[in-house]
Structure formats: C-alpha cells, structure tokens
C-alpha cells in the first residue's frame, strides 16, 4: 500500500466510479464459510427492507487475504466496491490515502462516541474522523477447558502462568494432552500473544507491539515471554504440525485435551458439538490476563462515491450495523459479542456474558488492547514476518532467544518499510 505510484493513485481516485443502480450496494467481505454467511444473511435482508439490493462480491481466503489483494486490484483501477469488510491498521492505510467516506454523520446520530469504547475508537478513525463501522468484538485471549479431564486428574484450572504448569504437569502425568495446539503459525502466535500480555501488561505491549518501542521488544519481559512461550511446548501433542485450529478445538471437546487458547470464535465448535458453555466446557481468560481484553473487530469501510444514492445506501448500512438490534442478532449467531456498551446480553451463553463484563472493565481500566495475532495491532507486513518469527522459534528448539528477540523488533518495524 505504501509503495504505490502517485500518478496511479491520483489517477484512481479521480476516476468516476459507474454504479449499476443507485439502490444497489456492492459489498466486498470473506463471510464465506457456513456460520459467518448466516450470521451477515439477516443484515441483507434489513438492507432489502429499506429498499436497498446488497450485490455480494465475496472472496474466499483465510484471514481475508484473498479479498484485500482483489479489493486493491479494483480500487486503483478506479471501480472499488461501495463497502468493504478491512480490519486494523490497514483501515488507516487506506484512509490516509484519501479512498474512504467520512461517517460522522451517522455516528453523531447515534451517538457512536458514547456507545464504543476510546480504544475501539481509534481503529475506527482516520485524522478523527469515522470511516469504519464495527460489527462486534472477538476476545483473543480465552483459555477452553474440559472440566471432566480437569476432574478425573485432579487439577486445578488456572489463573496464573504458574498454575498453568501446575496444572499441566498433572493433566500430563494422567495421560492427556495438557495443550491443545495445531503447530501453524497464526496458532502459535496467538499463544504468545496470550503469553506477552500476561508477563508484558497492556501498557507496555501497547508501547511494544504498536509504539513499537525497540527496549521493549528486546528487552526481559520479551525474554520471559518467549522462554514461556517455549516450556510450554512439551505440553502439547506430537501430532499437532499442520493441524488447523477446528480438529485442535475437537481434542477439548473429546476430552482427549484438557485446554486451548484461543478466541472466542472456538465456542462455535463446541455448541456445534452440541455442548453447553458452564456445563460441557469453560470458558476462562488466558492465565495472567484475567483483567485484559485483546481484541479482534469486523468492520466494514465505505468507499467514495459521488453518487448520491450510492450515498444514501452506505450511511443506511452503517446505521443498519450499530442497531442494537441488529448487533444482539449477528454476534449471538457469530459467537462474539456486541461492541455496543449498551448492550442487553440477555440470551447470550455464560460465556457471552462473561466476555461482556471483561469487555466493559478493561474499558473501565484502559486495559483493551487490539490483537496482535489477528491484523490489529499490526499492518500486514509486520504480522507475516512476525508469524514466521514467533512460528521458527517455536518449532526450533536450536534457534535462540537472542537471535530472536532482534527478529521480533525487525518484524515489528517492517511496516515502516
């Protein structure tokens, strides 16, 4: 994004854009697979409602890969889409460039200034202004636990990270895997995200991961963060290479693991397996980070337009979004939470409810920080080569600490490039 041609950029954004009909509204998002194409369907209906035609243009990728490279195609050749689902730093990206309309309108409103957390915010703002609408709020850091293996071992769920190994070292004495765990790279990342926010505290990762201060990346909290991050290797099973996230899920849900860590897009897999949350399984915040919140958001962007009805098509989406009604919908089908503080969690799960009241006091205590493992705290760049990093380490007892931290900085800062 920020190598591209200024002739070619100017060029884009100067070019008109040729709306089909002025009722329809093309948005562009990876909500492709089974729950996430349910959970955005009751959204296009509330669009046809108002009179409105939602043109899908959906774009299968992990992590929306695919469909950012399509949306930049599109975009500097002068024909983006009306809306498109972009989450993070690259929100920021996109606004500075000038390619997104101001929403302030529709926040003032309904009053978006008082309904969303300042740390929320902040992803949602270019030079202070709104340009992003968000759907939800996912907490990354959520430890899963089968309370029959925690039973038939005698362990103790735990708090800290040293009741984690505590816990582990029975649980692995019994016979079953203490930690589930599918060695790809964006699994294990996560882990340690989890890790460094327990040992680092949201101030001091904020100031490493996205202040990108260089003592801290390479300073003790980062040394401990990453000698925890690999004790905790020997507690995971040697069938975990290439395993994705779903069949790890499965080894908690079987009881065959007794933990995993991972966001609260996991407790969709045990209400498919039929299981309920306080009962079946346990929904506890990561050890260390019982007062923290990281988090992971979906919103949707609005491209310019200077057709008015494309206009009026955009603003009533936004609106549509961050209806409390609509917001109660989606993240109950979705598994996440509403980004509403207002919220009525009524009939949301145990877990639902709980994130909520985690959501609420760490925005209290200024304790939200934005996922480093899933495109929020981080552009693009820094996160692959942080992925392959944290992934290498991990996966290679030989590599050390040292050469790693300097790795870790340089990752973090190549977003600057």
């Not at 925690?150 to 800290?160: D, H, I, S």
């Not at 079953?176 to 790809?184: F, V």
């Not at 079946?280 to 979906?298: E, H, V, Y």
Request: hydrophobic share 45%; with cysteine.
């Amino acid at each position: 994004m920020k190598k591209i041609f200024p002739l070619l950029l100017a060029m884009s954004l100067a070019a008109p854009v040729y709306a089909d009909t002025p009722s329809e509204v093309e948005v562009l998002h990876w909500w492709t697979s089974g729950g996430e194409a349910r959970s955005v369907d009751n959204l296009k209906e509330k669009m046809k409602k108002e009179g409105y035609i939602w043109k899908d243009f959906a774009v299968a990728g992990r992590a929306g890969q695919s469909a950012i490279n399509t949306l930049r195609i599109r975009a500097l050749s002068g024909n983006p889409p009306d809306v498109a689902q972009i989450k993070g730093p690259e929100i920021q990206e996109w606004g500075k460039l000038g390619f997104l309309a101001s929403l302030d309108d529709v926040a003032a409103k309904q009053h978006w200034n008082e309904l969303i957390p300042r740390r929320v915010q902040e992803y949602l703002k270019v030079d202070g202004h709104y340009v992003a609408v968000p759907f939800n709020i996912h907490r990354v850091n959520w430890l899963w636990a089968n309370p029959e293996v925690f039973e038939k071992t005698g362990a103790e769920l735990p708090v800290t990270l040293d009741d984690f190994f505590v816990a582990a070292e029975k649980i692995k004495a019994a016979g079953y895997i203490p930690l589930a765990l599918g060695s790809e790279a964006w699994q294990e990342s996560t882990l340690f995200e989890s890790i460094a926010l327990a040992i680092m505290g949201p101030e001091d990762f904020r100031k490493a991961f996205i202040d990108k201060d260089t003592a801290l990346l390479t300073g003790e909290k980062m040394r401990e963060t990453l000698l925890t991050f690999r004790k905790m290797k020997q507690y995971t099973d040697a069938d975990s290479p290439g395993r994705n996230w779903s069949d790890t899920t499965s080894l908690v849900i079987e009881g065959k693991a007794a933990m995993q860590m991972m966001g609260d897009w996991a407790k969709g897999e045990f209400l498919a397996a039929n299981k309920e949350a306080g009962k079946d399984f346990l929904c506890i915040p990561a050890p260390g980070t019982a007062n923290q919140f990281s988090f992971n958001i979906d919103s949707f962007v609005f491209f310019k337009n200077s057709n008015a009805g494309k206009t009026d098509s955009q603003r009533t989406l936004a609106k549509l979004i961050l209806d409390p009604d609509f917001q109660r919908e989606f993240n109950m089908s979705k598994g996440s939470i509403p980004v509403r503080v207002d919220s009525d969690m009524e009939g949301f799960d145990t877990c639902g409810k709980e994130s909520m009241q985690a959501f609420l006091r760490a925005a209290a205590t200024d304790n939200l920080v934005p996922s480093l493992s899933h495109n929020m705290a981080v552009g693009r760049a820094s996160q692959i080569a942080l992925f392959d990093v944290i992934s290498r380490f991990f996966d290679d007892d030989d590599v050390s600490v040292d050469e790693t931290m300097r790795y870790i900085r340089a990752a973090v800062l190549a977003d600057n490039l």
